[in-house]
């Protein structure tokens, strides 16, 4: 399975009637097994570009080619739940194939035992981020989009998801992208790094992450975001002499 994501512009109409640049030429692949992370300032058009890869929104220039038979885990900004159904409704509506015993093993990762019967409205914004992330992996999605699913959490709960996001890419070949505003999520979880400008998003830079997964330790992170920093300071230092010269 590989997805192509081909878009040459993307504008939305102002309610003063101009119109708004958000995205600009914006290409890559991503294969079967591959984690992508888009990193870039916010409002740059990072959840515009997942939702137009989600294909909720068709008003863009270029194409996405998703695997047709593709089934899609995704967990928004903000977490979306149907308000008048509990927690565990919640995911079955939209796992009705997920198992009893599948359903009790991600309530338990995600620490939502307590909360199964609880409405959205009585959860806070980490929880029901948390429901969200449930309701994705049950769904053992083929592609699994996540904007920001870490956002909200304490450090300790967002480590331990992390790892579980980590372990459901390694269990299942799926196809996962992954906005965060968070270099460490970036390097731990990522294969390939996406570096967005700022609106309209194209991509600065492409890097690629040449450890495997499970062997980035604290040392390999701490190498890989010092090798990034230097990289980034070099693309400064030749933009300013490129400023100095001209
Ligand atoms: N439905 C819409 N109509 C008009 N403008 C929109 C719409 N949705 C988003 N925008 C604009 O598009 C730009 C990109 O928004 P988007 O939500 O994609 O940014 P983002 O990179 O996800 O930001 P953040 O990191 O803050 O989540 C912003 O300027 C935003 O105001
Ligand atoms: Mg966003």
């Keep these: 399975m590989r997805l192509e994501v081909e878009i040459t512009g993307k504008t939305f109409k102002s309610a003063a009637g101009g119109t708004h640049e958000v995205l600009a ?4 692949t991503l294969q079967s097994g591959e984690v992508g992370v888009l990193i870039g300032p916010s409002g740059c058009g990072k959840s515009t ?3 137009i890869i989600l294909g909720l929104d068709h008003e863009f220039q270029g194409r996405i080619i998703r695997p ?6 995704m967990v928004f900004q903000e977490p979306r739940l149907l308000p008048w159904r509990s927690v565990e409704q919640n995911v ?6 997920v198992t009893d015993k599948k359903l009790a093993e991600l309530f338990r990762i995600l620490e939502l035992e307590a909360h199964r019967s609880h409405f959205p409205g009585e959860l806070s914004l980490g929880l029901a981020r948390r429901v969200a992330l449930a309701r994705a992996f049950a769904v053992e999605p083929d592609l699994l989009v996540l904007d920001e699913p870490l956002a909200s959490l304490d450090d300790a709960l967002a480590g331990r998801l992390r790892d579980e996001i980590a372990t459901l890419v390694a269990r299942r070949p799926v196809m996962t992208l992954l906005v965060t505003h968070s270099l460490d999520d970036a390097v731990r979880l990522g294969d390939r790094l996406f570096f967005l400008s700022p609106r309209p998003a194209h991509i600065l830079a492409e890097v690629p992450i040449g450890i495997p997964r499970e062997a980035r330790d604290d040392a390999a992170i701490a190498a890989i975001k010092a090798g990034l920093a230097r990289q980034a300071q070099g693309e400064q230092g ?3 002499s490129g ?3 001209s």
Excluded at 25 to 28: A, G, Q, S, Y
């Design 68 to 73: 047709p038979e593709a089934r899609i885990g």
């Design 49 to 51: 570009l997942l939702r």
């Design 92 to 97: 079955r509506l939209a796992a009705p194939d």
């Design 25 to 28: 030429p914006v290409r890559f």
């Design 238 to 240: 030749a933009e300013r």
């Design 243 to 245: 400023r100095d010269v």
